[in-house]
Nanobody
Framework: VQLVESGGGLVQPGGSLRLSCAVS????????TGWFRQAPGKEREDVSCVSHTAASTPYEYYDDSVKGRFTYSRDNAKNMVYLQMNSLKPEDTAVYYC????????????????????WGKGTEVTVSS
């Protein structure tokens, strides 16, 4: 399993970036994928997790902090995953990682949570004027 992110950079607040992730060693038809991020000195934060093409119960998860601004997409034929990020804010500054992921239901909390089990080296996004 290999994932290689690209597309990060410096962008002004309100701007847009599109991150790309080239995957190999597995099929997007059968592996769910998504993104998480980690800002300096902060814990890892979920961004998205989207079910694979063959999923019997499809889902598309976004953290509330990015919902409506970020959009996951993929091209199975090209083995590519993307994250379109619009209306960027300084608090979006982080290293972004593309990852395989899955969701797990917590009986105690009564909700789904998302786990990431393989990821690349990340691409850095800085939102600043």
């Amino acid at each position: 399993v290999q994932l290689v992110e690209s597309g990060g950079g410096l962008v002004q607040p309100g701007g847009s970036l599109r991150l790309s992730c080239a995957v190999s060693g597995f099929s997007l038809d059968y592996y769910s994928t998504g993104w998480f991020r980690q800002a300096p000195g902060k814990e890892r934060e979920d961004v998205s997790c989207v079910s694979h093409t063959a999923a019997s119960t499809p889902y598309e998860y976004y953290d509330d902090s990015v919902k409506g601004r970020f959009t996951y997409s993929r091209d199975n034929a090209k083995n590519m995953v993307y994250l379109q990020m619009n209306s960027l804010k300084p608090e979006d500054t982080a290293v972004y990682y593309c990852a395989t992921c899955y969701r797990d239901y917590s009986q105690d909390r009564g909700d789904w949570h998302y786990e990431y089990d393989a990821w690349g080296k990340g691409t850095e996004v800085t939102v600043s004027s």
